[in-house]
T-cell receptor
Framework: AQTVTQSQPEMSVQEAETVTLSCTYDTSESDYYLFWYKQPPSRQMILVIRQEAYKQQNATENRFSVNFQKAAKSFSLKISDSQLGDAAMYFCAYRGTQGGSEKLVFGKGMKLTVNP | KAGVTQTPRYLIKTRGQQVTLSCSPISGHRSVSWYQQTPGQGLQFLFEYFSETQRNKGNFPGRFSGRQFSNSRSEMNVSTLELGDSALYLC????????????FGSGTQLSVL
């Protein structure tokens, strides 16, 4: 079974600085998707960024970028120029491609605080 | 386009009762999945429906059930509620194309007293 591990339960960053959130996963599949979701106090899960495992190029979305290391099964999220609105719970998630299922396996999450 | 709508937002029940939660997916989306979120267990997959058929099921007891209607709306039911069922229940929808994003609702917060 696939597992996702986020080893840091909490982090803090100063506004305008850069922070990196770590995530490791375990799978025997060769093709899969990885995601970072953000959950603000409103509770809605918001997709931050997505990475296809078959793509070597790291995904980027504006201030958000990932460092995907397939061999090491590592998938970290870098937030540049942190803003107060980035404060939230961040979840790393895995989705396989076998069987057509869209099931996501989530990590335990990490609470990010942004200090003004 | 309207997002994923979950009703009700909050629900308080007592042990032994049953509850039904509703999820309306984004228009055109045919896939709906449900997750349970608790502080202790995190986010856990409950089940997934596509075109009224259950495509996958998580490791939950039979008290947890769901269904999907022809208009893609979905309901989940929990019978004989236990204190441990207190959680945020999240619904997500997608167009079900491989690799397509899941869009989540704001959830239903269930408290069992």
């Amino acid at each position: 079974a696939q597992t996702v591990t986020q080893s840091q339960p909490e982090m803090s960053v100063q506004e305008a600085e850069t922070v990196t959130l770590s995530c490791t996963y375990d799978t025997s599949e060769s093709d899969y998707y990885l995601f970072w979701y953000k959950q603000p106090p409103s509770r809605q899960m918001i997709l931050v960024i997505r990475q296809e495992a078959y793509k070597q190029q790291n995904a980027t979305e504006n201030r958000f970028s990932v460092n995907f290391q397939k061999a090491a099964k590592s998938f970290s999220l870098k937030i540049s120029d942190s803003q107060l609105g980035d404060a939230a719970m961040y979840f790393c998630a895995y989705r396989g491609t076998q069987g057509g299922s869209e099931k996501l396996v989530f990590g335990k999450g990490m609470k990010l605080t942004v200090n003004p | 386009k309207a997002g994923v709508t979950q009703t009700p937002r909050y629900l308080i029940k007592t042990r032994g009762q049953q509850v039904t939660l509703s999820c309306s997916p984004i228009s055109g989306h045919r896939s709906v999945s449900w997750y349970q979120q608790t502080p202790g267990q995190g986010l856990q997959f409950l089940f997934e429906y596509f075109s009224e058929t259950q495509r996958n099921k998580g490791n939950f007891p039979g008290r947890f059930s769901g269904r999907q209607f022809s208009n893609s709306r979905s309901e989940m039911n929990v019978s004989t509620l236990e204190l441990g069922d207190s959680a945020l229940y999240l619904c997500a929808s997608s167009s079900s194309l491989l690799g397509e994003k899941l869009f989540f609702g704001s959830g239903t917060q269930l408290s069992v007293l």
